[in-house]
T-cell receptor
Framework: TQLLEQSPQFLSIQEGENLTVYCNSS?????LQWYRQEPGEGPVLLVT?????EVKKLKRLTFQFGDARKDSSLHITAAQPGDTGLYLC?????????????FGKGTHLIIQP | GAVVSQHPSRVICKSGTSVKIECRSL??????MFWYRQFPKQSLMLMAT?????????EQGVEKDKFLINHASLTLSTLTVTSAHPEDSSFYIC??????????FGPGTRLTVT
């Protein structure tokens, strides 16, 4: 069973600060997705990274896929209260998306105004 | 685009009864659909993978006779929890894959078994 270690599990910071969430594994992933989930709702896809070393930006969010495709990070610049939520990384080892995703335990992020 | 719906959003049933949950891809044909379960304060755990017209593939530890999956068309998959018990109470979420790497998730179904 593949294991995705996500850290930190909980993070509470002030508005305007920067933060980084990490997702690590001993397994190689063909792709890795980042999701955001609100309470009582399904996860919403933020980004998919496929190529080792890939960096993608989504406004104030920067996603990076490790060169060996075993780890990823999410960096948020100048966090805002609207960024509060559960962030999940999920990896796919199937090589084409045919298999289900292995999820990390998630990072509960609270941005205080 | 890539919208997935689930019905019902919430269901309460008595122990011993069966409950069916529907998952639909509204604006695309899903080659594969997946069912996940999420307990409070925990992450999503894959239960099964479903391809249209074929039998579902279940993850280790998931009882195929208890969680019946039917993938009748490229836009509809159903999960039936048979003889439900209180320990089956959970948040059930489906996802659908259009053909690429991405999976698009439904809004989830909160099942409470009394």
């Amino acid at each position: 069973t593949q294991l995705l270690e996500q850290s930190p599990q909980f993070l509470s910071i002030q508005e305007g600060e920067n933060l980084t969430v990490y997702c690590n594994s001993s397994s190689v992933f063909s792709s890795l997705q980042w999701y955001r989930q609100e309470p009582g709702e399904g996860p919403v896809l933020l980004v998919t990274v496929v190529t080792g070393g890939e960096v993608k930006k989504l406004k104030r969010l920067t996603f990076q896929f490790g060169d060996a495709r075993k780890d990823s990070s999410l960096h948020i610049t100048a966090a805002q209260p609207g960024d509060t939520g559960l962030y999940l990384c999920a990896g796919d080892t199937s090589g084409g998306g045919a298999d289900g995703l292995t999820f990390g335990k998630g990072t509960h992020l609270i941005i205080q105004p | 685009g890539a919208v997935v719906s689930q019905h019902p959003s919430r269901v309460i049933c008595k122990s011993g009864t069966s409950v069916k949950i529907e998952c639909r891809s509204l604006d695309f044909q899903a080659t594969t659909m997946f069912w996940y379960r999420q307990f409070p304060k925990q992450s999503l755990m894959l239960m099964a993978t479903s391809n249209e017209g074929s039998k579902a593939t279940y993850e280790q530890g998931v009882e195929k006779d208890k969680f019946l999956i039917n993938h009748a068309s490229l836009t509809l998959s159903t999960l039936t929890v048979t003889s439900a018990h209180p320990e089956d109470s959970s948040f059930y979420i489906c996802s659908a894959r259009q053909g690429g790497y991405e999976q698009y998730f439904g809004p989830g179904t909160r099942l409470t078994v009394t």
